[in-house]
């Protein structure tokens, strides 16, 4: 059991009460610190809190952290594509495949893009307000999806980039492939999101007033005979948001196992699709220098493949 009482600075308030404790403890896994709030061992000012409290300046945390600690990611020399650097920040180009950062229940402890910034950077050289799971790691995306990723080199980096998210100030573009042809060209798609109740996998469409907020916009880049390339904006980042928010559209990301439809993937199998059509295209958004970063690559042979044999179709 370990024991500590924490009064809360300017610094820190605001954040949410079970991650700024899984930061400030990150030997421990946050479904342990979340366990220990449930059970009555974390008290904001003498009284019992719920894990998504909002800590305010002052506030006195009273601790007893169960004993539930996890394993450290170790480093591992797997290549990385940095397509863009300077002493604050690394934006690397994330291969599909590749997991992004172990998880708190025990998984993904090797292969992953924070076993390989552990070793081109070195743990001290990589914010650690993300706990010692996820390293310099401001936001994700998932195993099969492809593209660009900001990591953050500092704590107060990391901050920043988390304040211009919360603004919407950073521009985040995705390319993906969705079935069918879509009635206009250009589109916002806004519907909350929550976890689905029957498959804790899986994200659905939350009811009104309910859920996570969510807002994506597209514009069609081209149509083929069965599918649109779509350009699709995240405004807001939630888990899986451009594969659930076209599916439910009646669109659904070509290639996607969890919520595609079935039949159209094989058939874009015969092109050579061996995953979900979805690549992080670019990223645009200002350091607090005032320099403007407006990174862009290129889709991934594999997909830009698929795009030529559809061409010739």
């Keep these: 059991m370990k024991k500590d009482s924490i009064k809360i600075d300017f610094l820190n308030k605001g954040q949410r009460l079970d991650r700024f404790l899984s930061g400030f403890f990150p030997d421990y896994s946050r479904s342990s610190i979340q366990k220990s709030i449930k059970d ?51 934006i690397i180009e994330k291969p599909y495949g590749m997991v992004t950062h172990p998880t708190e229940e025990g998984k993904h402890f090797s292969g992953t893009l924070v076993n390989a910034l552990l070793y081109h950077f070195g743990a001290k050289n990589l914010s650690d307000i993300g706990g ?21 080199k500092n704590n107060e980096i990391h901050r920043y980039l988390i304040g211009l998210m919360k603004k919407r100030d950073i521009a985040k573009k995705y390319l993906t492939l969705v079935r069918g042809r879509l ?63 076209f599916a439910a559209i009646g669109h659904p990301v070509i290639g996607d196992e969890l919520y595609g439809d079935k039949r159209v993937n094989e058939e874009a ?18 350091l607090p220098s005032g320099k ?22």
């Excluded at 300046?57 to 952290?65: A, K, P, R, S, T």
């Excluded at 403007?292 to 179709?313: T, Y």
Aim: proline share 3%; hydrophobic share 40%; net charge positive.
């Design 132 to 152: 010692m799971l996820r390293p310099g790691i401001v936001h994700r995306i998932d195993k099969d999806t492809s593209g660009l990723l900001i990591i953050a």
């Design 183 to 245: 009635e206009q060209e250009s589109g916002r798609i806004e519907a909350p999101l929550t976890r689905a109740r029957r498959d804790r996998k899986k994200i659905s469409l939350a009811m009104e007033n309910e859920g996570r907020e969510a807002i994506t916009e597209y514009k069609v880049v081209d149509f083929y005979d069965a599918y649109t390339l779509v350009e699709a904006t995240i405004l807001t980042g939630r888990t899986h948001q451009i594969r659930v928010h």
């Design 292 to 313: 403007i970063i407006n990174v862009k690559n290129k889709l991934p042979s594999d997909l830009k493949a698929v795009i030529e044999a559809l061409n010739k179709i």
């Design 40 to 90: 009555g061992k974390v008290t904001v000012n003498n009284q019992p809190a719920k894990a998504h409290y909002d800590l305010k300046e002052g506030d006195v945390l009273d601790i007893f952290l169960q004993d539930n600690q996890v394993h450290f990611p170790k480093p591992e020399k797997i290549k990385l594509n940095i397509v863009f650097e300077d002493d604050d920040i690394a």
């Design 269 to 286: 199998r015969k092109l050579g699709l061996k995953r979900q059509f979805l690549h992080a295209e670019s990223l645009v958004f200002k």
